[in-house]
């Protein structure tokens, strides 16, 4: 099959085959085309050309009716469930018109049986706009499974979730596929393609590269073939740190916001700070009491060793500092504006000579940055809602780099983005830090924390139990430091 948007040839004359009961593995670098492909497959995009065969017949018309009467349901990238509609709500939408409202008794029952095999622990009756992106993922999952689908197209399911909830997903995957079910299962984490897939697709420009089992490929192997070469995936080296009596950019003392306590933490020029902890520590949280997101109850915050008295996310980024959120399609980009635009919208200043805007020197800027990120399309003028989910986060990289910040929070930067732009996010961390900007970096990939920062904190249930040195410091360690005594075992994280 084959599909075109406009310039773009996002599938390019794509085979690809599903076997019943089986999970089906789909990679390939950003923009590679997968999230294109599960929406064909789950009728949401009508390819230019091509056949689709579902269940050995030859399918002439296929749209999401269709597609769903057929069980064949996608669990899109981008969230689509409807805010003001509570957990138990949203997970049975669509399937009983009488669930809007008060849940009906068979209802709650079925919520309780979807709720023993995925054990998620959500509460049911809470409306999803309250709930974290990760909490939206999983009602995203409960409803694919309540709708007893054949075929779950899943892209990127695991991107919020914790390591113990994807591990719980996986069995969840196995689950259905000892039931026949047929799984796609689209994700950047290569070593969960290999240990849970039966076979895997690397899809590469819109083309696939290759169907073969798992057991026969390697992380090397799935990478070469996506990027076209091989790359090595080693951390870079840390900019040397600053000596610790240089003044702080910024610092935190005993702030207590509505989900921090008492935390004391700063950052110096130059210094790449890290904050290690489970999804729902608290380290989210951290970030947005220091850059005045979040209203600060007592202690004090510190920019450039001055006392903030009015924060807010606006004085912050007005004092030269930036934060790339977690949440980035609701908190970063206009999708509706040209990537050009979106990069320098926060900077105009920088461009402009007496009042008037050089775009000559605002093109090469940006030219430049997204070059350097790899970002595709490199065009500038399309609108950055076409743009693949990966694709989108470097456009918001772009944009706070541009800037220069004197402080810099990074959360989850390299969540949902490629290998090859996973290893230019990490120089471009060290390069910033060496020409003198502090960073504050939240990840839940614990080798990246601890495998860039000079310092590590780490979180717990809101605040800092303990500082660990990033050199010499192994995960396993952070690891264990975290899970150590009583509060959270790994089981219940997260939940009250
Ligand atoms: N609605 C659209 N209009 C125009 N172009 C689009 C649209 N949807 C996708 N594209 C383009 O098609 C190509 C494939 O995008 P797709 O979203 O399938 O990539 P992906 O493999 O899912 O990437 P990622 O890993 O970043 O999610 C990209 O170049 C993207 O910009
Ligand atoms: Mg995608």
């Known amino acids: 099959m084959s599909v075109r948007f406009g310039s773009t040839q996002a599938l390019d004359s794509v085979s690809l085959s599903l076997v019943e009961g089986e999970v089906h593995g789909l990679v390939g670098e950003n923009g590679a085309g997968k999230s294109t492909l599960g929406k064909v497959i789950g009728g949401l995009y009508q390819p230019d050309s091509g056949e689709l065969e579902v269940f050995g017949r030859q399918v002439h018309r296929w749209d999401t009716r269709r597609a769903q009467e057929a069980g064949v349901v996608v669990i899109a990238q981008e969230l689509c469930l409807v805010p003001a509609l509570t957990v138990a709500e949203n997970v049975f939408l669509g399937r009983e018109s009488r669930t809007l409202g008060v849940l009906r008794g068979d209802l709650r029952g079925r919520y309780r049986d979807l709720e023993k095999i995925c054990g998620f622990g959500l509460p049911p009756d809470a409306p999803v706009h309250t709930l974290s992106i990760a909490d939206q993922q999983k009602v995203e999952i409960m409803r694919a499974l309540a709708r007893d689908a054949r075929i779950i197209v899943m892209d990127e399911p695991t991107s919020s979730l914790t390591a113990d909830e994807s591990d719980r997903l996986h069995e969840i995957m196995r689950r259905l596929r000892s039931r026949g079910t047929t799984v796609v299962y689209v994700t950047h984490f290569l070593d969960d393609v290999l240990g849970n897939c039966d076979r895997v697709t690397v899809m590469r420009d819109g083309r696939v590269i290759r169907t073969a089992p798992a057991a026969r490929e390697t992380k090397a192997s799935l990478v070469e073939a996506m990027l076209g070469e091989p790359v090595d995936m080693v951390l870079p080296e840390r900019p040397p740190a600053p000596s610790p009596g240089t003044a702080p950019v910024a610092e935190m003392r005993e702030v207590r916001s509505a989900s921090v306590r008492e935390v ?6 130059g210094e790449i700070v890290g904050l290690a902890g489970l999804v729902g520590s608290g380290r989210t949280e951290i970030a947005r009491a220091l850059f005045g997101c979040d209203r600060v109850e007592s202690g004090q915050v510190l920019f450039g060793g001055a006392v903030v008295t009015a924060a807010s996310p606006r004085a912050s980024i007005a004092r030269g500092m930036a934060m790339i959120p977690e949440d980035r399609r609701a908190q970063g980009l206009v999708l509706l504006r040209p990537v050009l635009e979106n990069v320098t919208l926060p900077h105009l200043r920088r461009f402009s000579r007496a009042g008037v805007l050089s775009r000559r020197a605002e093109r090469a800027a940006v030219r430049e940055l997204v070059e350097r990120l790899g970002v595709r399309p490199a065009a500038l003028d399309g609108d950055v809602s076409v743009y693949s989910g990966g694709n989108q986060q470097k456009v918001l990289f772009a944009k706070w780099l ?11 930067p390299t969540r949902g983005v490629d290998v090859g732009a996973k290893s230019r996010i990490y120089q471009l ?3 910033i830090a060496a020409a003198g900007t502090g960073v504050l970096l939240i990840s839940s990939e614990l080798e990246e924390v601890v495998g860039l920062s000079h310092r590590v904190h780490l979180v717990r249930d809101g605040s800092i139990i303990a500082e660990v040195p990033g050199p010499g410091t192994s995960v396993d360690e952070v690891l264990q430091r975290l899970f150590e ?7 219940t994280e997260g939940r009250p």
């Open 264 to 269: 004391s933490l700063l950052v110096r020029p």
């Open 402 to 412: 541009l800037g220069r910040p004197g402080f810099l929070i990074l959360d989850e």
């Open 429 to 431: 961390i060290v390069e």
């Open 485 to 491: 005594v009583g509060a959270t075992s790994p089981g």
